[in-house]
């Protein structure tokens, strides 16, 4: 084998949020994260209440306000769009 091909493989310390610390070797040396599966709830089996309702609320909001606009738009029946063709017989 070639010397100095392989890259150093040092003992390393993974530390996690929660305080579990994993010991093992990596390329990169010791680091932190935020969750591991010690405390993420796949592996431990309880259910962490996560803020979605925010982001929905986000969603409604951003595209309530701005309807869509152009001559090409569908007109709307209720919350169902109807296609350009239908909606100009209509009005016929």
Same mark, same amino acid.
């Given at each position: 084998m070639?010397?100095?091909?392989?890259?150093?493989?040092?003992?390393?310390?993974?530390?996690?949020?929660?305080?579990?610390?994993?010991?093992?070797?990596?390329?990169?040396?010791?680091?932190?994260?935020?969750?591991?599966?010690?405390?993420?709830?796949? %592996?431990?089996? *309880? /259910?962490?209440?996560?803020? &979605?309702? $925010?982001?929905?609320?986000? %969603?409604?909001? *951003? /595209?309530?306000?701005?309807? &869509?606009? $152009?001559?090409?738009?569908?007109?709307?029946?209720?919350?169902?769009?109807v296609?350009?063709?239908?909606?100009?017989?209509?009005?016929?």
């Amino acid at each position: 084998m070639k010397p100095e091909l392989h890259p150093v493989y040092p003992p390393s310390r993974i530390t996690c949020a929660c305080g579990n610390v994993v010991e093992t070797h990596s390329t990169r040396g010791s680091f932190s994260v935020e969750i591991c599966s010690n405390c993420h709830p796949f %592996f431990t089996g *309880k /259910y962490k209440l996560i803020d &979605t309702a $925010g982001r929905i609320d986000r %969603f409604k909001k *951003k /595209y309530a306000a701005n309807p &869509t606009k $152009g001559a090409d738009a569908a007109p709307v029946e209720g919350n169902i769009a109807v296609p350009v063709a239908k909606a100009k017989k209509a009005k016929a």
